[in-house]
């Protein structure tokens, strides 16, 4: 049974860092798209960051220049770096993969989510 788990989140002052890792596992055959979206308290869920299997990224307008994300085929995992953080970047933030378990079979998987909170 797939599975993604997220860490990293916490506490930060506006200005600060933090990054978050999220692995997937159990019976993977491949993983398109991995990426990270943001749930803050009263709001829809929006995506935050984007990458495709050969690294191609995207990101919302909120976040580019201050969020990078990554990934490691070969471990199955998605980073990202939040830098220059800001209080309205307070939210669960969520890591997902479009992911395969047998090559007809796709199926868009979520994390449990990690708050990230922000303080001015």
């Known amino acids: 049974q797939v599975q993604l788990v997220e860490s990293g989140g916490g506490s930060v002052q506006a200005g600060g860092s933090l990054r978050l890792s999220c692995a997937a596992s159990?019976?993977?055959?491949?993983?398109?798209?991995m990426g990270w979206a943001r749930q803050a308290p009263g709001k829809q869920r929006e995506l935050v960051a984007t990458?495709?299997?050969?690294?191609?990224?995207n990101y919302a307008d909120s976040v580019r220049g201050r969020f990078t994300i990554s990934r490691d085929n070969v471990k199955n995992t998605v980073s990202l770096e939040m830098n220059s953080l800001k209080p309205e970047d307070t939210a669960v933030y969520y890591c997902?993969?479009?992911?395969?378990?047998?090559?007809?079979?796709?199926?868009?998987?979520w994390g449990q989510g990690t708050q990230v909170t922000v303080s001015s």
């Open positions: 997902y993969g479009r992911i395969a378990t047998i090559p007809t079979n796709w199926y868009t998987y």
């Open positions: 159990g019976g993977i055959f491949s993983i398109e798209t």
């Open positions: 990458i495709t299997s050969v690294s191609v990224t």
